[in-house]
């Protein structure tokens, strides 16, 4: 993966961890790694604001069940749990994933974590209304085209108040800033490939803009976030508003 690359557009190359004909113990240690690029870059941050952000909307209820897809380790959750803890809501998790080097993570990750629950599963066959909220952290970047709009309606299809998705900025401080921290920090093929491939695969305003038209919907919004990230909330049309 190139230092210097044009980010213009977004990349269109799959990510090593989009081969699920691979696998195995240097994909769970992957994961390990990118649980640690998760800190350094203040991955949680978008994640809890943009689910503030649905849950006051619909009313701050005490109850919310979650549903984080291609959730990986779902690293991300712990600080939203220590969230609604603060908040006093009674917060249920579901981890969901298609591969199962990422549950077995997850698994260990929460194991003492009686709030959250894992699931070896394909988000296109969860059932409709599975959770309040369905949030996605660097799991939309995967998908372009008409795939990328079908995986977002899907995501709204299975929440019942709206989607949250935590995704990354595509940009050269960002992208050269990710090349070098996982050459820092990994010496694991997946964390050098996938890091800065991710951000080149990220979003800009002018893309949020253009999913906002091709899914019809007034009321997604999106807010820039450090570090270099992206907070989208897309209330579900209909939802159930308490």
């Known amino acids: 993966m190139s230092f210097f690359r044009r980010l213009s557009s977004r990349a269109r190359e799959d990510e090593l961890m989009d081969d699920f004909s691979m696998g195995g113990e240097e994909l769970r240690e992957a994961l390990r790694h990118l649980r640690r690029l998760n800190k350094i870059f203040a991955a949680p941050g978008p994640t809890v604001s943009g689910v503030e952000k649905l849950w006051k909307s619909v009313g701050k209820p005490d109850n919310l069940t979650l549903l984080d897809v291609g959730a990986g380790s779902g690293d991300v959750n712990q600080k939203l749990l220590h969230w609604a803890k603060k908040q006093g809501i009674d917060m249920q998790i579901t981890l969901v994933d298609l591969t199962e080097e990422a549950c077995e993570e997850a698994r260990q990750l929460f194991q003492s974590e009686p709030r959250v629950r894992v699931q070896r599963a394909d988000l296109t066959a969860l059932p409709d209304d599975s959770a309040d909220i369905v949030t996605g952290s660097q799991f939309i970047h995967h998908f372009e085209g008409e795939q990328l709009v079908d995986m977002v309606g899907h995501m709204l299809r299975a929440s019942r108040y709206g ?80």
């Open 163 to 242: 989607v949250v998705i935590n995704d990354i900025h595509r940009h050269p401080v960002s992208y050269k800033a990710v090349w070098i921290t996982t050459r820092l920090i990994s010496r694991n093929r997946y964390i050098r490939h996938d890091g800065p491939l991710s951000v080149a695969k990220g979003f800009t305003d002018q893309d949020w803009q253009e999913l906002k038209q091709r899914l019809n919907h007034d009321t997604m919004t999106y807010e820039w976030k450090p570090l270099f990230r992206y907070s989208v909330v897309i209330p579900r049309k209909g939802g159930l508003v308490t």
